[in-house]
């Protein structure tokens, strides 16, 4: 490696040196020097010829220049890069690298593109925006984590990526190296680097140390961040965060380690400048309750925070910034006595700086005002005694070799003491909670590896540049040095794997700049000398440096002053002022204020100074006037200084640097360069000085300068094939080796050998040379171009001339036709004088005909009138005659009628009467019928008016008997009147006393008359009054009561109309509301199974931890009944059972006919009832026949006594009379039953369910009809094989008793026909053993089987004929219920029809008379139907008492026949001579409980798919189920509780031990939800019974419940469905983007563009990109569709998946497409969208495009389209913006931007077309969204699919060895 120490032109003179002049000639673009712009772009307009002064060209505003040339003047400018490479991600990938060149482009993607990142080599370039971008969010996060540095768009993400991958691949550290100057960015890149790894690498456990790293920025920006005039939050230490990570990666730690903190901020701020964020958070929080103590105010009382005269930040709240520093502060453990004593130390800070410090009258003195309050506040808060504070603020002591001296000090020096000592508390209060941070972010885990975050401050340079400026600089010269070297290593190895012939590149090195700095006798050395001397001074410092250094070319003395120097850095030269230089390096505080600190009683404050000499240094050092104040000389020895004591500033950050630079060192360095992009904090605003000025700073120019020097463009051997196969020829084509080609071309067309170099991969090129192939490309283009428009031209004149032709001979044709016609017309003309006039002879000779004919019309009319008028007289006389008739023959019919109707009458009365009686009981019905209440309701106004009229006429008549009373009240009282005078009268003329007595009796007889007339008017008034009341009463309720019903008609008339007139709404808003309903069922089940995910996941964590145990509870019905039943011997006739029917019986009466005939279930409960009773007997005539084996077993003798024959035959004939009453019975009440279903059925065939209903029951009644059919069969056997019995008891008695053989009895009956043919077999069969023929023909036996031969032939010809019978009876049924089918149709289709013709209203009305008339026809049917059913109850319950009774009589005729003695008979040689069917499997397996195991391990734990895919898909789910069942069938709770507990749990360890099995999770998920469809489909509930056949509702569960399991399986179930979603995306990952945007589904379509240093896949080392294909892509879908059918997984289920699958393939294409440059352009929308065709063709070709996996990649379809579309005018703007509705306009701006053209043909699209977009779809409520969530996961919803297997016929294979199973 050769070092070179160059000026900045240096390369600008080589690039001289190797000009190629031919370059320069018409049309050639170029870079010109500007004093504004830095560079301006122009064109030559002449060829340029060597040594020629004066180069001709023309601006882009066509303002021509002449632009000198030659070695006093400008050199030869600069050449521009094709456009095609403008707007790069990588500046390297230029074919010019130069300044202007790299300006522009970063101007381009800043300005036009929005890009703020740019690679240059293995630099990041970040441009400040000054605006909030959504490009960090989480998504943006994880679509950069795992990819490579070169796939993606420029990020920080990708850097950190990078360092990520790195530290895990090559297990070594890295480094993040983030610089720039103040306002770049640095903090904030810093913080999304660390924010990155943070999410990528977050903790394993609950630690949560990822959060606390995060948390620690807020607090080092409060405390270490400050306003200033570039930056608004600009960093003021430099800061080195290590994040260390664990063997597994995940974050474990982090430490910090800073450097150089501002301290100078703490008490002086410049202009328009702040203090430290914490200083105005805490007195924008003053107003607290907590912070009352602090004494704090508003900022601008404060000296240390006014002095900027600015104390806010526009759009920043320092309240709610310091909520967030305590909530970082309480997230990293510090409690809230630390947080407290932090603020208190802070508020005493902004205290001291408020000191006020008098000077005295002499000036050398000074001294603080009594009662400072803010003094008192300092120590209060610090804990400091306030005399000796106050003391030593003033005051200062100087020790000696022999005396000490306490001094006085001036104004001036106490306030720098005081401003000294305020630095110092900060600064150790700082490095206290740096170490505090440390320590909560340090772990007991070993570190295996970290990533170190650099946050440091960039190069500076200043009007006014201090010791601070000097240490930042020196700082930046170390690390850009150690950045040369690294970028040259990195050169370096490239050539080397490559095996490029390696030549030396001279590059820049600052060494000697750094030794001018740090060397032994540099600036640093001389200036800790200086500190050392007692009077040292900066001006003699700076004197120092002007004899020692003056010789070096990096120091100079400035011309016009002697107190500064000057130093050349890489970046620039830097002006130094020397004042304060010593004192800042010094950095000196008293030791009596330090001692007073250390005394103070606030314990932190303590603990910050223990240390303090270990970490400052305390000044010392003499003043340099003399004392005023006389000590005595006491000589104390002086203390011995400590070496740590006199480490200066400079020194210790001196050895800082060094550290650091070490651990860079030994790390892997990635490098992230802050640009500032203006001054004046405008967003997306660039200004090319300032750009330029920090692109020299930060080292982005050296690294062009490197690449330039070497060979900057290097193409991979297929990506130069593809790009610049144009220029090859078709011979060269043939070559098979692609690399072979290439240099075969390369050979061709570049002569010299030193322009390009040939590598392993990559073909390397010198500068330019890229864009000579582009144009000698272009220039291919172009002649293409010219002879395409060559042919086309050639083509249009053809077509031109064909048109000329064309229309020559159509003027021709039409001329021709013209003279064709104008001669036709000649003619027509002549044709049409001859024709006018035959027209006009016809019409003259037609008048006269007409004249003629009108006049004997005339003529005739008169005469026929007069001949009318005479008939019509006559017939008037006839008229008149009839007249008379008819009243005479009326009146004599009126007359016999009136006798006729009065008959009629009489006998109408006799029959309304009998049809009265008739409707009362109807009336009686229709009573509390709704039409009744109705008509009532319809009467009720009537009545009123009634009430009304009544009210009126009693009122009148009250009237009328007060007005009598009044005139009966006069009259008495005049007759009274009367007699008074009459009295008086005779007493005046009579003096008898007699007789005034009589008259005085009848005075008092009339008084009392009238006083009971007038207690009667008062009883009839209040009578009149009650009533007058009650009458008033009544009529309000009725009126209230016809205003409510009228109310309720309104009510329902306007409900009819609303809904008539609402109806087109309705369907309008029905998809709306159906969207909305189906959105919200998405979202619930989204979140139900959002917490199922989240419950799967913390079991798992469980499962990690600890083997749990599953025991979910299981609801049991009450089977204490059934349990009972079933010990029982007779169990069919239990009381439980007796009971039920009992119970139906009653439930119909309690339930009422009505709702009783509308539950079916009740019916069938009865009708259950009866077939369990045929059952029973079945069940007692097998026991007797056991009974009568048993006794035959045991060899009984047969009576051989007439009196024991009788008996027998007598207890036979008996049996078999009772057999046949009880079948007659039997058959004569199903009979009867049959009969009333089917009238019921006839009458009632318009309702549906009762129609099904009557089918079930028919059905029934058949199966009933056949058992009695069976029945009857056997009774006939029976009846006939005792006849047999008896004629044979009676003919062979003798040979039975002398031959030894066991007689054929009756003992055990064939069953039915099948079992007698069986057992005339084998009785053939045992007597073809015998060897003595004529012994078994005199044993009879011959003719015994030739008889039951015959009557088995009569039977099976009577079953046939029966059979006949029916079927022919089904058919008239049958026949018989169409016909009522087409009868009930025809009448619904009228009522219709009337129905659609009347109102609303109306149709309301007749609809509600319709329902009332049919409830009432069916109530009445019902009330039949069950009288009925009651009747046949009695029936059987009868029948049931005759067998009980029967029982006990068998048991004691058993009991007798056992106690006789029995003989010893040989028996036959074959026992068993009846073979029985073969018995019905019920669909259960038994198993035994220890197996269980044993099953769980074969069917699940070790089962694999493939040795099932020869059956019946989901055959584990089936085996399982059938042995729930058996469980279930033998009530076994226990049994059912575990077999289910371990099912699930062993399927959960399957897919666990299986999590990325994507058969093994299918086959699983397939299986777990037929387990639960199963359960479902046999649950007897009747919502999944409606697909069953009748045969899988008797296999339905009988005695538990299992809904809790089917939930607990629902679950399992959405967890195995999401874990086949995240395995198929899993293996899908690789293959979306290769796929989708990178293979050439169309060849030859893909172009290729230059790539740059980080061209794809960089950081794979030499692995090229995945090579899938779209094929790939799609065989992998049909592989796991296939898989999914082969498991026999639900085709909905399976269209989820799908669907799911298509989503993420739609977000991984559409994230890719957003944050890569190289894929959007024309072609890869071609390609992407011929892809997606195809992939919807798959999907066609599956029949899934109905799952809704189109709609998913809708986004992707509009993508492409917008890559192809036109982006020119407003109209392709309109329809672009019609045409994109399911991308957000973050997406489709972000594509505008990224839309690269890929030869020179294309346009790029222009600023203002974009703006035009944003425009239009800035008023759209899209959510604002720029990546799409891959992470998205759609509910997932499991439809019932009920499964049409019969599980008896189900087949086991043998493999699977399931022996242990029974099949039940």
Request: with cysteine; aromatic share 8%; glycine share 4%.
């Amino acid at each position: 490696m050769k070092r070179q120490q160059k000026e900045p032109n240096t390369i600008a003179k080589k690039q001289e040196e190797k000009i190629d002049y031919e370059v320069y000639c018409q049309y050639t673009r170029v870079w010109i020097p500007d004093p504004e712009d830095v560079w301006r772009a122009a064109e030559i307009i002449k060829d340029y010829t060597e040594g020629e002064p004066i180069l001709y060209l023309k601006l882009e505003d066509e303002t021509p220049l002449e632009y000198r040339i030659g070695p006093k003047d400008n050199a030869l400018p600069f050449l521009r890069n094709p456009d095609i490479l403008v707007g790069e991600n990588d500046l390297t990938a230029l074919s010019y690298l130069h300044e202007p060149a790299v300006l522009h482009n970063l101007k381009v993607r800043f300005t036009e593109s929005n890009h703020i990142y740019t690679y240059c080599g293995i630099v990041l370039v970040a441009i400040n925006p000054y605006e909030q971008l959504q490009i960090y969010g989480e998504e943006v996060i994880n679509a950069y984590s795992g990819q490579n540095m070169g796939d993606m768009d420029p990020h920080i993400f990708a850097v950190a990526e990078e360092a990520y991958k790195q530290m895990a691949r090559d297990e070594r550290n890295q480094s993040i190296i983030v610089s720039g100057e103040s306002g770049a960015g640095k903090t904030v890149s810093a913080k999304y680097a660390m924010r990155f790894f943070a999410t990528v690498g977050g903790s394993a456990n609950d630690t949560n140390v990822e959060e606390k790293v995060l948390a620690s920025s807020p607090i080092m920006e409060a405390i270490g961040n400050a306003k200033t005039t570039r930056n608004d939050n600009s960093s003021r230490f430099g800061k080195y965060i290590q994040i260390g990570f664990d063997r597994s990666y995940h974050i474990i730690g982090a430490n910090m380690r800073t450097y150089l903190l501002e301290k100078s901020r703490v008490v002086f701020q410049a202009e328009d400048e702040r203090n430290y964020h914490i200083f105005y958070q805490l007195c924008a929080s003053a107003s607290l309750p907590e912070f009352k103590d602090l004494a704090l105010t508003s900022a601008e009382d404060f000296i240390f925070t006014s002095q900027g005269e600015n104390i806010f930040i526009e759009g920043v709240n320092d309240a709610e910034d310091f909520e967030k520093t305590r909530e970082a502060f309480t997230l990293l453990g510090v409690n809230d006595s630390n947080q407290s004593s932090i603020f208190r130390i802070i508020a005493s800070i902004l205290h001291l700086g408020n000191v006020e410090i008098c000077s005295e009258r002499d000036g050398d003195s000074c001294h603080i005002l009594k009662n400072d309050p803010h003094l008192a506040h300092f120590c209060q808060l610090l804990g400091v005694e306030l005399e000796q504070m106050e003391h030593w603020l003033c005051h200062r002591k100087l020790v000696t070799t022999s005396e000490t001296y306490v001094k006085n000090m001036s104004r001036k020096q106490a306030a720098n003491a005081r401003d000294a000592l305020a630095k110092h508390i900060y600064a150790h209060m700082f490095d206290w909670i740096v170490e505090y941070v440390n320590k909560s972010l340090h772990t007991s885990s070993k570190q295996h590896s970290f990533i170190g975050v650099l946050d440091i401050y960039g190069f500076e340079t200043f009007e006014i540049n201090s010791f601070e400026q000097f240490c930042i600089n020196y700082a930046n010269e170390k690390l850009q040095q150690q950045f040369n070297q690294h970028v040259f290593k990195l050169e370096q190895e490239e050539y080397v794997k490559e095996q490029i012939p390696w030549t030396l590149i001279d590059f820049y090195d600052n060494q000697p700049c750094i030794d001018v700095i740090e060397a032994k006798l540099g600036i640093l050395d001389l200036l800790d000398e200086e500190c050392k001397v007692p009077k040292g001074t900066d001006q003699n410092w700076c004197q120092k440096l002007y004899d020692r250094l003056s010789s070096s070319v990096h120091f100079q003395k400035p011309r016009m002053s002697n107190t500064s120097f000057i130093v050349i850095h890489f970046a620039d030269k830097v002006e130094y002022q020397c004042d304060g230089f010593l004192e800042k390096n010094r950095d000196t505080v008293y030791e009596e204020q330090i001692n007073i600190l250390k005394a103070s009683k606030f314990q932190l404050m303590a603990d910050l100074f223990q240390d303090t000499n270990k970490d400052s240094s305390i000044s010392t050092s003499s003043s340099s006037k003399s004392s005023r104040v006389n000590v005595r000389a006491s000589k104390p020895t002086p203390k011995v200084p400590n070496k740590e004591h006199r480490k200066t500033v400079g020194h210790q950050f001196r050895s800082s640097l060094q550290l650091l630079m070490e651990t860079l060192n030994a790390t892997t360095p990635h490098y992230v360069r802050c640009i500032k992009p203006n001054d004046e904090k405008e967003a997306f605003s660039f200004e090319s000085r300032r750009a330029v000025q920090q692109l020299r700073a930060c080292g982005v120019l050296e690294t062009i300068r490197i690449s330039a020097a070497g060979y900057p463009s290097r193409w991979t051997y297929p990506d130069f094939f593809n790009r610049y196969r144009v220029l090859m020829k078709k011979s060269d084509m043939t070559v098979g080796d692609k690399k072979l080609v290439c240099r075969n071309l390369l050979e061709t067309l570049v002569k010299d050998p030193d322009k390009f170099q040939f590598g392993k991969t990559k073909i390397f090129f010198r500068a330019g040379q890229v864009a000579y192939l582009e144009k000698l490309r272009a220039d291919k283009f172009r002649s293409a171009c010219i002879k395409i428009q060559k042919t086309v031209r050639g083509w249009l004149q053809r077509v031109r001339y064909q048109k000329i032709r064309k229309s020559a001979i159509n003027l021709q044709r039409y001329g021709r036709g013209y003279m064709a016609r104008r001669y036709a017309e000649q003619l027509r003309l002549t044709r049409a004088a001859l024709i006018f006039q035959k027209q006009y002879r016809m019409v003259r000779e037609r008048r006269d005909y007409l004249r003629v004919r009108q006049a004997v019309v005339t003529i005739q009319a008169f005469t026929r009138g007069m001949l009318t008028r005479r008939i019509f007289q006559e017939f008037l006389l006839h008229h008149k005659a009839m007249i008379i008739q008819k009243h005479v023959r009326g009146w004599l019919t009126r007359r016999k009628f009136r006798r006729a109707r009065n008959a009629a009458i009489t006998i109408q009365c006799a029959y309304r009467l009998m049809r009265a009686k008739r409707e009362l009981k109807q009336l009686k019905i229709e009573a509390r019928s709704a039409q009744h209440l109705k008509k009532l309701n319809t009467g009720m106004e009537n009545k009123i008016v009634q009430l009304q009229r009544k009210m009126d006429d009693q009122t009148s008549d009250l009237k009328t008997q007060n007005e009598q009373l009044v005139v009966a009240k006069a009259s008495l009282g005049s007759e009274v009147n009367k007699l008074q005078k009459e009295l008086e009268m005779m007493r005046s003329r009579q003096g008898d006393g007699s007789q005034l007595t009589s008259l005085q009796d009848e005075l008092e007889k009339l008084r009392a008359e009238l006083q009971e007339a007038h207690t009667h008017m008062k009883k009839l008034e209040e009578k009149h009054s009650n009533e007058k009341m009650g009458l008033e009463q009544r009529v309000e309720e009725l009126d209230r009561e016809n205003s409510m019903l009228k109310s309720e008609k309104e009510e329902m008339n306007r409900r009819i109309l609303h809904h008539s007139k609402s109806t087109e709404d309705q369907e309008s808003s029905a998809s709306q509301s159906v969207g909305r309903v189906q959105a919200e069922l998405d979202e619930e089940r989204q979140r139900y199974q959002n917490l199922l995910r989240e419950f799967s996941r913390l079991e798992q964590r469980y499962d990690n931890l600890q083997e749990a145990k599953f025991q979910p509870g299981h609801k049991r019905n009450n089977s204490t009944q059934s349990s009972l039943e079933s010990d029982s011997n007779y169990p069919s006739i239990s009381t439980s059972e007796l009971g039920d029917t009992d119970d139906a019986i009653q439930l119909v009466e309690e339930m009422g006919v009505e709702k009783a005939a509308m539950d079916i279930g009740v019916f069938m409960k009865l009708q259950k009832r009866v077939r369990e009773l045929e059952q029973e007997r079945k069940r007692l005539q097998v026991n007797l026949e056991k009974m009568e084996d048993q006794v035959n077993c045991k060899g009984i003798e047969p009576k051989t006594t007439s009196e024991q024959e009788s008996e027998d035959l007598a207890y036979n004939s008996l049996k078999r009379q009772e057999l046949e009453s009880e079948n007659k019975k039997l058959k004569n009440d199903l009979n009867e039953l049959r009969k009333a279903i089917a009238d019921r059925a006839s009458q009632n065939s318009s309702s549906n369910e009762l129609q099904d209903g009557y089918n079930l029951l028919l059905g029934q009644l058949k199966a009933a009809n056949e058992e009695l059919e069976v029945r009857k069969e056997e009774v006939l056997i029976l009846r006939t094989q005792i006849v047999s019995a008896a004629h044979q008891k009676e003919e062979t008695t003798n040979q039975i008793e002398t031959n030894n053989v066991p007689e054929w009895t009756n003992s055990k009956k064939p069953i039915d026909k099948e079992e007698a043919v069986r057992a005339y077999h084998g009785l053939c069969e045992s007597k073809n053993k015998a060897s003595d023929w004529g012994y078994l023909n005199e044993d009879g036996e011959l003719g015994l089987a030739y008889q039951g031969l015959k009557q088995v032939a009569r039977l099976l010809e009577a079953q046939l004929q029966s059979q006949a019978r029916k079927h022919e009876d089904e058919l008239a049924a049958f026949n018989t219920q169409i016909e009522l089918l087409k009868d009930d149709i025809e009448k619904k289709q009228e009522m219709l029809n009337h129905t659609m013709s009347l109102s609303p209203e109306a149709q309301v009305e007749y609809s509600v008379q319709q329902e009332i008339t049919r409830l009432t026809n069916d109530n009445l049917d019902l009330k039949e139907l069950v009288e009925k059913l009651e009747k046949n109850e009695r029936k059987l319950k009868k029948q049931l008492r005759i067998y009980m009774k029967k029982v006990p009589d068998m048991e004691v005729s058993l009991t007798a026949a056992s106690s006789q003695p029995t003989k010893a008979k040989p028996q036959l040689t074959r026992q068993v001579t009846v073979q029985r069917r073969e018995k019905d499997f019920e669909g259960m397996l038994e198993y035994y409980k220890e197996d269980e195991a044993l099953l769980v391990k074969t069917l699940i734990t070790d089962m694999k798919p493939n040795a099932v895919s020869a059956t019946v898909p989901c055959l584990p789910a089936y085996i399982l189920f059938m042995c729930i069942r058996h469980a279930d069938y033998i009530n076994d709770d226990q049994k059912v509780h575990s077999l289910l507990t371990s099912t699930i749990n062993a399927i959960k360890k399957v897919l666990k031990k299986n999590n990325n099995d994507f058969e093994m999770t299918s086959f699983w998920l397939a299986n777990t939800s037929r387990l639960l469809h199963c359960l479902k489909q046999y649950s007897g509930d009747e919502a999944f019974m409606t697909q069953n056949t009748a045969k899988q509702n008797e296999h339905c569960l009988k005695n538990f419940d299992l809904a809790e399991y089917r939930q607990v399986l629902s679950d399992l179930s959405i967890q195995i469905y999401q874990q086949l979603i995240k395995v198929a995306e899993h293996m899908m990952q690789p293959m979306i983007v290769s796929a989708m945007l990178e293979s050439e589904s169309i060849p030859s379509l893909a172009g290729v563009k230059p790539m740059g240093y980080r061209n794809r896949s960089s950081s794979m080392d030499g692995e090229g990109p995945g090579s899938y294909t779209l094929e790939a892509l799609i065989r992998q879908l049909g592989q796991f569709h296939s898989v999914m059918g082969e498991h026999g997984l639900d085709p909905e289920i399976a269209g989820q998946v799908v669907r799911q699958l298509f989503y993420s393939i739609n977000a991984v294409t559409l994230n890719n497409l957003l944050l890569r440059k190289d894929v959007c352009s024309w072609s890869t929308g071609m390609q992407l969208r011929y892809n997606i065709s195809q992939m919807e063709e798959w999907l066609r070709g599956k029949n899934l495009h109905q799952s809704g996996a189109v709609v998913n990649i809708e986004p992707v379809i509009q993508a492409a389209q917008l890559l192809q579309v036109k982006k020119k005018t407003s109209q392709d703007a309109e329809a672009i913006c019609s045409l994109c509705t399911s991308l957000t306009m973050q997406q489709i701006v972000k594509i505008l931007n990224l839309y690269t053209p890929l030869n020179e043909f294309e346009e790029r699209v222009t600023v203002s077309f974009i703006r035009n977009i944003q425009n239009r779809l800035q008023d759209t409520n899209d959510v604002p969204m720029l990546l799409v969530d891959t992470k998205h996961t759609f509910p997932v919803l499991f439809p019932y699919t009920p499964s049409a297997l019969s599980l008896e016929t189900l087949h086991i294979p043998a493999n699977l060895s399931l022996d242990f199973l029974t099949r039940v």
